[in-house]
């Protein structure tokens, strides 16, 4: 588990469907972490409230990092480091 700091960019709801048929949503937050320009995808409960766009927040996220082969979902490695604070 991970503490994710930052900035709410953006609020998506994604209507697909699932292997048997039946219709679904998914909601992702993008939320710009403090220090960085790059955005992070993180899935959300749909009935659970973050704030509005623009928010600043702190939310607990697990981490699964995976990547496609073949049409098949397969492990992948994730780079975690401590940031040099004394680096401009």
Do not use: C, W
Request: aromatic share 12%; proline share 7%.
């Amino acid at each position: 588990m991970f503490i994710l700091k930052g900035t709410i960019k953006d609020d998506k709801n994604e209507n697909f469907t699932r292997k048997d048929g039946t219709p679904g949503v998914k909601r992702s937050l993008f939320i710009e972490p403090t220090g960085s320009i790059y955005p992070i995808k993180v899935g959300v409960p749909l009935e659970k409230s973050f704030g509005k766009v623009g928010a600043l927040i702190e939310i607990l996220v697990n981490v699964f990092p995976y990547h496609y082969l073949d049409k098949q979902r397969k492990r992948a490695f994730l780079s975690v480091y401590v940031p040099d604070e004394n680096k401009n």
